[in-house]
């Protein structure tokens, strides 16, 4: 009774857990890469993230790690988050994005994977979103 108790937890817990995205294919990771030039769109057209390149996808506490966009011309925020941290993404021009972060030390509780969402607003509010894979050790 009880091994047939711990299986049914067991599947239970490995059913809730989810799976992570793969890496989107405008998506570069590691040595510095040449991003393509941002599209010019109108306003109330939907934002498009055109190019992501990050220094890793795989951060270890107490490294430094950043983060490069290019998008549509009409794109007004950018927005990198998780379940554990979120980033407003500084615009150095337009469709031109990128952040640089160090990464303290983070608890153990908070050593796992995540799910990195990416996230480009046109200034209505409209949404295009990008979903990655993420790893804090």
């Not at 490995?14 to 010019?40: F, M, Y």
């Not at 109330?44 to 549509?72: Q, Y």
């Not at 995540?114 to 993420?134: C, H, K, M, T």
Request: proline share 7%; hydrophobic share 45%; aromatic share 8%.
């Amino acid at each position: 009774m009880a091994r047939a108790l711990r299986c049914v937890l067991v599947l239970a817990l490995t059913a809730c857990t989810s799976r992570l995205p793969d890496v989107p294919q405008v998506v570069s990771i590691g040595k510095t890469v040449a991003l393509p030039t941002p599209q010019i769109a109108r306003n109330n057209a939907p934002p498009r993230l055109l190019a992501m390149h990050f220094s890793s996808l795989d951060v270890t506490r107490g490294s430094t790690w950043s983060g490069s966009f290019v998008t549509t011309t009409n794109v007004a925020s950018v927005e990198v988050r998780t379940n554990l941290f979120s980033i407003d993404v500084p615009r150095k021009e337009f469709g031109q994005f990128a952040f640089t972060l160090d990464v303290f030390d983070t608890p153990p509780i908070f050593i796992r994977s995540y799910r990195l969402r990416v996230l480009a607003r046109n200034s209505a509010g409209v949404i295009e979103e990008q979903d990655l894979p993420f790893r804090i050790r």
